[in-house]
């Protein structure tokens, strides 16, 4: 499990850093600065929870069960809802899309909790 995640965060972040100059040089001038600013914010986002999820990776190795499965799951849930609905949203949307979003932070939230928990339990 370590070895995939910590492939898939890299990965993640890797898109981010793409994704993130095609925001900048590619739409820069395409899109009004609110979008812009929601297609930095996922980008930024996507950023933090690759990096989580190479956090997870190290931590499932060293603290093998079942929470750091649940942190893995819960940041890729928090992926695809947080920054996949603001993507869409820059992108043209529309907006009731962005009602998806706070399930996404939910998410996010959901797998940091689940990371502390697995750190806790092994203290």
Request: net charge positive.
């Amino acid at each position: 499990m370590a070895r995939r995640l910590l492939m898939l965060g890299a990965i993640v972040a890797m898109l981010s850093v793409a994704l993130g100059a095609f925001g900048a040089h590619a739409l820069a001038e395409k899109l009004d600065a609110r979008a812009l600013h929601s297609w930095d914010t996922a980008a930024r986002y996507q950023m933090f929870h690759g990096l989580a999820l190479i956090a997870t990776a190290w931590a499932s190795d060293r603290w093998p069960g079942r929470a750091p499965k649940v942190a893995a799951y819960a940041f890729g849930a928090g992926l695809l809802l947080f920054c996949g609905s603001l993507y869409a949203l820059a992108l043209g949307s529309p907006r009731a899309f962005g009602a998806v979003a706070p399930l996404g932070g939910l998410s996010f939230m959901i797998g940091w909790g689940a990371l502390a928990f697995a750190a806790r339990d092994n203290v």
